[in-house]
């Protein structure tokens, strides 16, 4: 392949990722700002934050945890064998996200209380594990803020019992726009689409979303708890305070 046609390429995944955001932003403003208004009265509330995401969807959830400019108050909920592809095989992980009854077991057994917030990441939010998870979540009296394509919802089959998709239980969606298949590009000589968007568009719209949760938080006078940098000086000054004040609400430290 020539220089030129790989950057002709690239230019056109840049091209498709900028779409997409500039959708999300523009489509899902209202959204966003639901979304991060519920983080802030659960902060405000004195509960607790939590995120999850099967497979890929884990990296979006992974990156709202324990980082530079993020809230400390954001926990991983992690649920063994689905987090990443460091189990083997890889295909057992997808196997795991339709087993059903384990969101519950995994809920059961975690600190997350009423009243607390969970984000749940689901590209498809069609199979029965990310389903159950914001079923029984609300079941237990926590809030949901689901982070899914809706598209999947007209276009596939639920794979739980019940029928529904992720979007069904939650209190505020927040829809990436992306296409079934999460492939952005076809071109002559490649048989399978390529280049997915779902990781930069879902993690750009959960930072558009604390962002909102940060801003409203000092509207309120609230400081919002957040993290910085441990490497820029002071950084570990500054984190070591935040993670002491708020400690009775961070998991990741135990």
Avoid at 32 to 50: K, Q, S
Avoid at 140 to 166: K, P, Q
């Amino acid at each position: 392949m020539s220089p030129t046609r790989e950057n002709k390429l690239a230019d056109q995944y840049f091209d498709a990722a900028i779409g997409l955001l500039e959708r999300v932003r523009d489509e899902e403003a209202d959204a966003i700002a639901a979304a991060g208004g519920l983080i802030a009265d659960t902060v405000e509330a004195g509960g607790r934050l939590f995120a999850f995401g099967a497979g890929h969807s884990s990296l979006a959830a992974q990156d709202l945890v324990y980082r530079a400019g993020g809230l400390a108050l954001m926990n991983l909920l992690a649920v063994p064998g689905v987090v990443g592809v460091d189990v083997m095989p890889a295909t057992l992980g997808s196997a795991l996200e339709r087993v059903d009854g384990l969101a519950g077991a995994v809920l059961d057994s975690s600190p997350a209380q009423p009243g607390d917030v969970l984000v749940i990441i689901s590209l498809s939010g069609r199979n029965a594990l990310p389903v159950e998870m914001a079923m029984n979540a609300q079941a237990l009296g926590l809030r949901v803020i689901g982070v899914t394509s809706v598209a999947y919802a007209s276009e596939t089959r639920s794979r739980h019992i019940s029928g529904t998709y992720l979007k069904d239980h939650c209190d505020v969606v927040l829809d990436s726009k992306i296409a079934v298949g999460d492939a952005e590009l076809t071109t002559e000589g490649i048989e399978a689409p390529f280049a997915p968007a779902s990781t930069v568009v879902t993690s750009a719209l959960l930072q558009a979303t604390l962002a909102s949760a940060a801003g409203e938080l000092v509207a309120r006078g609230i400081e919002p708890p957040l993290l910085r940098s441990g490497n820029v000086d002071g950084g570990h000054e500054w984190n070591g305070r935040i993670l002491t004040e708020y400690g009775d609400r961070i998991f990741y430290r135990h």
